[in-house]
C-alpha cells in the first residue's frame, strides 16, 4: 500500500533534549516536506526537500533540521526543543516538487509534539 | 507572496443542509488549487483537485468545487452533508516559487455536523 509513515505519533517531552521524528515513503517520490500544524494557522511548511542530499527552508524552520540521505526517509530533528514547538506535524510526499508540476501531495498521519 | 483565506473558521449544520465553504487566494497568475480533508485524529486527504479545464470538478464523498478565476475563488460545495463529514477542511494553493511547488493552506474551517 503506497503510504508516507511517520513515527512516533505522540511524543512528550521536555525543553532542550533532542528529538528525532522519522518520516518514511514507499512511493519512491522525489520531492518530501515537513508542515506544522496550529489552530488558526493552518499549515506551514518548515523544511523540504527536492531529492536525495537536496534541501531546503520553508517557511519556519527555526530550531528544526533536516537530512535526506535515502530518497525514502526525510527525518526531522529538533535539536533543543522549547515549548513554542508543541505543535501537529506532518511529512509530505509526491513525485516531484517541480515548478508547474500537478503533482498530489500525500500525506503521513500526524506527530503530535509536546514540549515541556 | 501568495496566500489563501478561507471564510469560515468554524461551520455547524444539520444533516442534509447544504455546505458551502469560501476560499479565496491571492496570486493572479497559473495557480493549481486543492481541497484537503482532516477527520478527527487522521491525516490529510485529498478532496479534490483542479489544475486546469472545467473549472467545476468533482471529488470523492459527493464534494464539488467550483474554480472562478475573475473571483479568486475556490469554494468547496456538497449539497447534503452527512454527520460523517464532520472534519476540518483546507484550501491549499500550489506557488511556483524558486523553481519548485509549494503548497500554501489556509487556515482551515472546522465543520461540525449534527444528527
Known amino acids: 500500500e503506497a503510504q508516507v509513515t511517520q513515527n512516533p505519533r505522540y511524543l512528550i517531552t521536555v525543553t532542550g533534549k533532542k528529538l528525532t521524528v522519522t518520516c518514511s515513503q514507499n512511493?519512491?517520490?522525489?520531492?518530501m516536506s515537513w508542515y506544522r500544524q496550529d489552530p488558526g494557522l493552518g499549515l506551514r511548511q518548515i523544511y523540504y526537500?527536492?531529492?536525495?542530499?537536496?534541501?531546503d527552508k520553508g517557511d519556519v524552520p527555526e530550531g528544526y533540521k533536516v537530512s535526506r540521505k535515502e530518497k525514502r526517509n526525510f527525518p526531522l530533528i529538533l535539536e533543543s526543543p522549547s515549548p513554542n514547538q508543541t505543535s501537529l506535524y506532518f511529512c509530505?510526499?509526491?513525485?516531484?516538487?517541480?515548478?508547474?508540476?500537478?503533482?498530489?501531495?500525500?500525506f503521513g498521519p500526524g506527530t503530535r509534539l509536546t514540549v515541556l | 507572496a501568495q496566500s489563501v483565506s478561507q471564510h469560515n473558521h468554524h461551520v455547524i449544520l444539520s444533516e442534509a443542509a447544504s455546505l458551502e465553504l469560501g476560499c479565496n487566494y491571492s496570486?493572479?497568475?497559473?495557480?493549481?488549487l486543492f481541497w484537503y480533508v482532516q477527520y478527527p485524529g487522521q491525516h490529510l486527504q485529498l478532496l479534490l483537485k483542479y489544475f486546469s479545464g472545467d473549472p467545476l470538478v468533482k471529488g470523492i464523498k459527493g464534494f464539488e468545487a467550483e474554480f472562478i478565476k475573475s473571483k479568486f475563488s475556490f469554494n468547496l460545495r456538497k449539497p447534503s452533508v452527512q454527520w460523517s463529514d464532520t472534519a476540518e477542511y483546507f484550501c491549499a494553493v500550489t506557488s511556483f516559487s524558486g523553481g519548485y511547488n509549494k503548497l500554501i493552506f489556509g487556515a482551515g474551517t472546522r465543520l461540525a455536523v449534527h444528527p
Open positions: 512511493m519512491n517520490h522525489e520531492y
Open positions: 526537500s527536492m531529492n536525495v542530499e537536496v534541501t
Open positions: 496570486y493572479g497568475g497559473t495557480v493549481n
Open positions: 509530505a510526499s509526491s513525485s516531484t516538487g517541480l515548478a508547474g508540476g500537478t503533482d498530489t501531495q500525500y
